[in-house]
């Protein structure tokens, strides 16, 4: 550990992990917030990881293959608060992001899409606050541009914008919040938004998957996991390691590092149901030339740029 003390370890761990600024890590080792085993402060509460813990669903599921620059979530780098973390995201993909999250029923789909409960706050300086309207737990989104003002979502047919209610939980969000927090007596569901949570407090190492092209594939089964996928990234092997040294799996219970079985594709991270797999679809370099790289690069953009 080259002569580290605890403390500059647990900051570069820290500053590694959430691309903060590593003085600012280091006050936080020395206050004690953080440590060696811990680097990342976690969520202040279970509501505040269960709000986290969503806002990664959506973003996953929104996002899949539309990611680029690396920027695996949309997100660059952040601000650990255990009370509400600053996400900085990426400029291309902010208004996707807004949009996806802001919680709408759609009569096609017949449900809830967006995080249920979510709310904007205050705006201003590039900084919108996401709110969860029955805990008030917070997310924060941080643009470069301080002018930036996010793209809402007009009005269409067969949408209704549950977001534009601002003082209560409308009936299908609370239906859709029940099956959230439903756990059928698996013991999951508090690993789940742990994980998520975790994750969403760790860009710089998820960042890892999509350093061959700048993009990455992501994407959940149900409500229980999360899949980071690229087609030729960093291997899978060393992107858990660089996680479970920054505490991804710290204090969790039942997590049996023996059962992860890590292949050169593929490593499994977490306990029954509740999962961050990271995978790889092929060993050393993919057959794309650098004109197929380029081509999708731009039309994610593209797509972007209609957000
Ligand atoms: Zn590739």
Request: some cysteine.
């Amino acid at each position: 550990m080259s002569g580290k003390t605890s403390t500059q370890r647990a900051a570069s761990r820290c500053s590694h992990a959430t691309g903060y600024r590593y003085p600012d890590c280091l006050n936080w080792a020395k206050e004690g917030k953080i440590s060696p085993f811990q680097p990342v402060p976690d969520a202040s509460s279970p509501p505040q990881k269960s709000f986290e813990a969503f806002v990664v669903h959506v973003i996953a599921e929104a996002l899949r293959d539309k990611q680029i620059d690396s920027a695996i979530l949309g997100i660059k780098k952040v601000e650990p608060r255990p009370d509400g973390p600053i996400l900085y995201v990426h400029p291309e993909m902010a208004n996707t992001i807004v949009a996806e999250l802001l919680p709408v029923f759609d009569s096609d789909y017949d449900g809830v899409r967006g995080v249920p409960g979510l709310r904007l706050g205050h705006q201003g300086n590039g900084r919108l606050t996401l709110v969860d309207a029955s805990s008030r737990s917070t997310v924060f989104l941080q643009h470069e541009d301080k002018n930036w003002r996010p793209n809402l979502p007009s009005g269409k047919p067969g949408i209704n914008q549950l977001w534009l209610d601002q003082n209560k939980l409308i009936h299908s969000e609370r239906h859709t919040l029940h099956y959230w927090h439903s756990d059928w007596g698996t013991g999951s569901r508090d690993t789940r938004n742990l994980l998520l949570s975790r994750v969403l407090r760790r860009p710089k190492i998820i960042d890892r998957a999509g350093s061959s092209h700048g993009w990455a594939n992501t994407y959940t089964h149900s409500y229980f996991d999360l899949v980071i996928e690229s087609c030729c990234g960093d291997d899978p092997r060393d992107i858990s390691s660089n996680l479970i040294e920054s505490g991804l799996l710290s204090g969790i219970e039942g997590v049996d590092e023996e059962d992860f079985i890590p292949t050169p594709t593929s490593v499994n991270m977490g306990v029954g149901s509740a999962n961050i797999c990271v995978r790889r679809l092929s060993i050393g370099p993919c057959r794309r030339t650098p004109e197929m790289i380029k081509r999708t690069s731009e039309a994610i953009r593209e797509g972007h740029k209609t957000s």
